[in-house]
C-alpha cells in the first residue's frame, strides 16, 4: 500500500505523455488476454444472438476529430420498418444487447483500438462524426486528447447526464488530466460497471441524439 501510494504522489498532476501511451499499450494488451475467454463466449452468444457479423464498426472522431473506424460488439438487430428505413433503436436493441451495454461488455473490442493507438483507455468516449458541426468551441475541446473506453463523463453519471454535462466534465478531463487521474478513473470504473450505475432514466445504457446545445 504504501508503494502504491508513493507511486500515486509521483505521477499527480503530471500530464500523461509517452508514459500514458505505454500504460494503453500495456493495459489493453493485458486486458485483452485477461478477457481472451469472455470474449470467445460472447462471439459465440451473440452470433447466435444477432447472426454475423458480431463486430460493429463505424467512424468516430478521433484525437483532433480525425476519423478512425471504432469497433464493438453487436447489440442490435438488422430490422428494417415498411418504409424500409431501419427501425428506432430501442426497437433494435435486444435484451441481450441491452445487457451487453449496461455491462459496457460491447466495448472490449476497442481494445483493439487502444494498441492500434486511435484510442486511449482513458479519454472522452469517441461519439458520432454527425455531432463534430454540433459543438461549440469549448464542447470540441474534448477531442484534443485521444478518445477513451471510458471517461471522466462516465465515472460522473454516465448516461444519467446531460449532453452539455457530459461535454463540460470531457473539458475537465482534458484540463486536468494525469496519469494518476487516468488510473483513479479506471478504478471507478471497474466498480461502476459492476454496480451497473450510470444507466439513464429508463433503465437503458442508451442516450437520445445530440442536436445542439441552446445558446446560453
Known amino acids: 500500500m504504501r508503494a502504491a501510494r508513493r507511486f500515486l504522489r509521483g505521477v499527480q498532476g ?3 505523455g509517452p508514459v500514458k501511451r505505454l500504460i494503453d499499450i500495456l493495459g ?3 486486458a485483452l488476454v485477461l478477457f481472451a475467454p469472455v470474449i470467445a463466449v460472447l462471439v459465440v452468444l451473440i452470433r447466435r444472438d444477432l447472426g454475423a457479423p458480431v463486430l460493429f464498426r463505424q467512424k468516430r472522431p478521433g484525437l483532433h476529430g480525425t476519423p478512425f473506424e471504432m469497433i464493438k460488439f453487436r447489440t442490435m438487430r438488422d430490422a428494417i420498418g415498411a418504409d424500409g428505413e431501419p427501425l428506432p433503436d430501442g426497437e433494435r436493441l435486444t ?3 441491452r445487457f451487453l451495454r449496461a455491462a459496457s461488455l460491447d466495448e472490449l473490442p476497442e481494445l483493439w483500438n487502444v494498441l492500434k493507438g486511435e484510442m486511449s483507455l482513458v ?10 458541426p454540433l459543438y461549440s468551441p469549448e464542447q470540441a475541446r474534448r477531442h484534443e486528447v485521444r478518445p477513451g473506453v471510458t471517461g471522466w463523463a462516465q465515472v460522473n453519471g454516465r448516461n444519467a447526464l446531460t449532453w452539455e454535462e457530459k461535454f463540460a466534465l470531457d473539458v475537465w478531463y482534458v484540463d486536468n488530466r494525469s496519469l494518476a487521474l487516468d488510473l483513479r478513473i479506471i478504478w471507478l470504473t471497474l466498480r461502476k460497471v459492476l454496480k451497473r450505475e450510470g444507466i439513464n432514466a429508463a433503465g437503458e445504457a442508451t442516450m437520445t441524439k445530440f442536436t445542439g446545445s441552446a445558446p446560453s
Do not use: Q, S, T
Not at 123 to 132: I, V
Open 95 to 97: 435484451a441481450f444487447g
Open 123 to 132: 479519454g472522452p468516449r469517441p461519439l458520432l462524426m454527425e455531432y463534430l
Open 14 to 16: 503530471r500530464k500523461p
Open 28 to 30: 489493453a494488451f493485458v
